[in-house]
């Protein structure tokens, strides 16, 4: 009788050992495949600063239109100040309603600034997401028909002018052609 309790304490023992060694292998495979994918996870969304796959088009195109707005903001003010000075010269001579107008025309140019500001922090910003490029295709080609309609006057100036008109083109057109990548998903 003792070397049936022997022998099944002795079954219990080496189940318990072999289920506990089946439990240390499972975790190392675990562990494992955990730092694999963590791997693979870092190695497809880490790219260091200032490589090439850090920048897209969507995101310079933003970057330059931003860049501009903030100088057009920065020179707004002063010309408004400036215009409205003459304005109301123009009034006091004229008896005309000058400065009702300029200060108008100026609050559509800061309209302008203040759209090309929202388009490039949302270009900045969506640059990496396909699905929502779409809001900056939308916004690029709000921001294209202004300069459209300029270039198309301009068709019947100089040649300075529509040099000057197809510029006004340029940053939108490659605005445009950047979101238009992204929603491709072809950074």
Known sequence: MSNEFDFSARKAALEAELTQSAQIQREEEQKAQYSTTRQVHREQTYT????????????????VVFLFA????????PNYCTGASAARIL?????????SYFTMLWIIS????????????LGVVFCDEPKRAKICLILGIIMFLPGAYAFI??????????????????????????????MKGDF
Request: with cysteine; aromatic share 8%.
């Open 91 to 99: 009034d006091s001579f004229f008896g005309l309603d000058m400065e």
């Open 110 to 121: 800061l309209g302008g600034i203040l759209f090309r500001l929202v388009c490039g922090v």
């Open 70 to 77: 903030v100088i057009d903001l920065v020179f707004a003010l």
């Open 153 to 182: 006057i301009s068709l019947d100036g100089g040649m300075l002018d529509i040099l000057f008109g197809a510029a006004a083109l340029l940053l939108p057109g490659v605005y445009i052609a950047g979101a238009v990548k992204t």
């Open 48 to 63: 260091p600063k200032g490589s090439r796959t850090d920048r897209n088009l969507l995101n310079m195109a933003s970057g």
